[in-house]
């Protein structure tokens, strides 16, 4: 891969201007979408990221870990399913957006599950946790937001115990004529209608399916692990190629 194939990503950003780090455009983007944010994953997929969730949860249960980071956390449904299927001693969460925090608080708070999965405000290019303290670290449909894409793998393999997993499930884009044909027509023009109709940010709804094609998937996306310094790469695409979880181990 590359220097300017993976760095395509870092140059797609919510506002279409460099004026601002792409990291605080993130912040603000997610800010303003908030919430209306799980609304629309449902709307979006047609509620298949609840299965994707699933299968992503289902390659961490044979290491059965006790410490869990959730990277890009949003609004707090991966953390839940997490607990939900693994029942960790400690799910960590953190987000850029406060306000994507606050809807995940209010989530696990209706659960009656603080003591289990805490949240907070963090970066992922500069993670304030020691080394080697997590058994396993996931990322949801957050790593095309990463400013800098090889200094995020290399921060959550850092934290990362020897062993641990790092799990991400991202959207990707189809392979086949036909179905990418049909994948353009409701990413570029019916999600960002619909997303602007319901949150009023038509930014955001633009920048999605932009991100999706800048990303670097199958292959690619594994070489920046490995550069991270991570083991037992692989990856496996999820209804028709729209979907991809990528896994590998420190």
Request: with cysteine; proline share 4%.
């Amino acid at each position: 891969m590359s220097g300017d194939q993976g760095n395509r990503v870092e140059q797609v950003t919510p506002f279409g201007t460099h004026e601002t780090a792409k990291t605080e455009q993130v912040r603000q983007m997610f800010d303003s979408i908030a919430p209306a944010y799980d609304f629309m994953n449902r709307a979006m997929t047609l509620g298949i990221d609840i299965w994707w969730r699933w299968l992503a949860v289902k390659r961490l249960k044979r290491l059965q870990p006790h410490a869990i980071l959730d990277v890009a956390t949003g609004t707090g449904d991966f953390a839940l399913q997490l607990h939900r299927s693994l029942n960790p001693c400690k799910i960590l969460g953190i987000d850029l957006s406060q306000k994507m925090l606050d809807e995940a608080c209010r989530k696990v708070k209706e659960k009656g599950l603080e003591q289990d999965i805490t949240f907070r405000q963090d970066d992922c290019m500069a993670l304030h946790l020691e080394d080697e303290t997590m058994d396993a670290v996931t990322v949801a449909f957050g790593v095309r937001n990463f400013e800098h894409l090889q200094q995020g793998y290399r921060e959550m393999a850092r934290v990362l115990k020897p062993g641990g997993m790092l799990c991400v499930l991202e959207l990707s884009t189809p392979t086949n004529p036909l179905i990418r044909w049909f994948y353009d027509l409701y990413s570029l023009h019916i999600i960002p209608w619909i997303g602007s109709l319901k949150s009023g940010d038509k930014n955001a709804y633009r920048y999605l399916p932009q991100s999706i094609a800048a990303v670097p998937q199958g292959d690619d996306m594994l070489e920046l692990m490995r550069n991270a310094g991570l083991h037992d790469t692989a990856y496996k695409r999820l209804t028709l190629g729209v979907c991809t979880i990528y896994t590998a181990v420190k």
